[in-house]
């Protein structure tokens, strides 16, 4: 995600509270007859309605219910008028046998707001606990899933983080956001710097009353990067070459006749863990596992081009040591997967290159880093190539979805989503088997199960 460009300082905004919007703690003394001013009252109803749309939760040991349709009589009227029983619609525990816990969902249920919710076991639809009028670009929870962490894009981009019942924002004018994969509440992400037009790499503490605190500048952040991922093995960026030098002439590998293609050129940064730039190279990062496995994919050809043009590494944005990740692979694979060391994997990934350009490709990894899916649209259908990183063993599956959400915490369940049809597909991706869940709600950003 790209940080907005236009001028002006940065600013951080402080989080909304229940205190600050004029509420409190309720006491249970005798009323003493004071007075509240009634602009305390607006001001507290203009806040939450700002901030979001509030429902108490059902109780954990909610009972199913029945319904009752009434039926017509008999048109020979020898019949009096019955009542047929038709059950509700499974539970979310009916549907995933040995879930044990109430999943949080993140999801967008139109184009202008984006709502949390907890979905009970014995519900066969989740309850929303806050929506907010902001449209999210993305949307995560962090490593204890109690926080929230968005992304919207109105004018500059801004950072919201909290948890139910507040979500409130945290930073204006940013270029990525992460959490750390195993540190409940750290985030890290790219702003500008208060009074200057430089970015710089922050980390800080999310707070459950909304915004964030302990703030730590880690200094200048390379122009015009955005921050893809964190963990304790460092940071990783993603900088896109200035426009005017980032369309490259380069051959069409899958051409016989010597034509050729224009290609962007993407720089991936690695810095280490207190920010100090350590190696980069020609490449788009597009996913990264929980140990800093990540898949790239090669931009080797535009590389060399550039250089032959006359441009330096440090020009294009280079920085610490440049490698040519995936060289080897240029004409074979598409997409390789590297260690935290960035050296490749046994995982390699085949796909036209006019597919691989288009945007319909993703990348996920397992929450234990061993697995990658690509998932690829193909003749109108997904498919989803799942490899494991050590071994040579890959699994292709055509799913009916048209979208993937991520892995289920154990990795035994892709999550996908078919937003047209109004369900959420699990696939056992081991077994080939699968589970359809009804969702209509909107589209999903995670599903936590």
């Known amino acids: 995600m790209k940080g907005n460009e236009a001028s002006g300082p940065i600013r951080t905004l402080p989080p909304i509270t229940p205190e600050a919007a004029g509420g409190g703690h309720r006491s249970s003394a005798p009323p003493d007859r004071r007075w509240i001013p009634l602009g305390a009252v607006a001001a507290a109803i203009a ?54 816990h109430s999943p949080t969902v993140l999801f967008r249920p139109d184009g202008d707001r984006t709502a949390v919710a907890s979905w009970y076991l014995r519900s066969s639809e989740p309850r929303t606990s806050i ?3 902001a449209n999210s670009a993305v949307a995560a929870l962090d490593a204890a899933r109690s926080l929230v962490m968005a992304v919207t894009k109105e004018g500059a981009n801004t950072l919201w983080v909290g948890s139910a019942p507040v979500v409130a924002p945290a930073f204006i004018d940013i270029g990525g956001a992460a959490w750390h994969p195993t540190d409940p509440g750290r985030i890290a992400f790219v702003g500008r710097a208060p ?72 720089i991936a940064i690695l810095l280490d863990a207190e920010g100090r730039p350590h190696r980069s190279f020609p490449g788009l990062p597009t996913a990264v596992g929980p140990n800093g496995e990540m898949v790239i994919q090669p931009r080797i050809a535009s590389y060399r081009a550039a250089i032959a043009a006359g441009h330096t590494d440090e020009e294009l944005g280079f920085v610490g040591e440049v490698m040519l990740i995936g060289e080897r692979d240029l004409g074979l694979t598409t997409a390789v997967v590297v260690g935290p060391d960035q050296i490749p994997t046994s995982a390699r990934f085949l796909l036209d290159q006019q597919t691989m350009a288009s945007g319909t490709v993703g990348f996920v990894f397992t929450p234990d880093g061993a697995a990658v899916a690509m998932v690829a649209h193909q003749d109108g259908r997904m498919v989803v190539t799942t490899s494991r990183l050590h071994s040579n063993r890959v699994i292709r599956t055509f799913v009916d979805a048209d979208r993937v959400i991520g892995f289920s915490r154990d990795g035994v369940y892709l999550i996908t989503q078919n937003e047209e049809a109004g369900h959420l597909l699990l696939l056992d991706w081991n077994r080939g088997s699968s589970v359809r869940i009804p969702f209509t709600l909107g589209r999903v950003f995670v599903f936590d199960i």
């Open 47 to 100: 806040v939450f309605t700002a901030i979001g749309i509030f429902e108490s939760a059902p109780p954990q040991q909610e009972a199913q219910q029945e319904r009752t349709s009434q039926t017509a009589p008999s048109l020979a009227g020898d019949a009096s008028p019955t009542t047929t029983s038709a059950p509700d619609a499974p539970s979310l525990a009916a549907l995933i046998p040995g879930l044990d």
């Open 131 to 133: 929506t907010w009028g």
């Open 195 to 266: 009074g200057s037009d430089a970015y710089h790499l922050y980390t800080a503490q999310g707070r459950s009353t909304g915004g964030i605190t302990d703030l730590v500048d880690l200094g200048p952040s390379p122009g015009r990067a955005e921050l893809v991922a964190w963990g304790d093995w460092g940071f990783l960026l993603s900088r896109l070459v200035e426009p005017s030098l980032r369309l490259w002439e380069v051959p069409d590998l899958e051409s016989d006749e010597g034509a050729t293609t224009s290609e962007l050129l993407h």
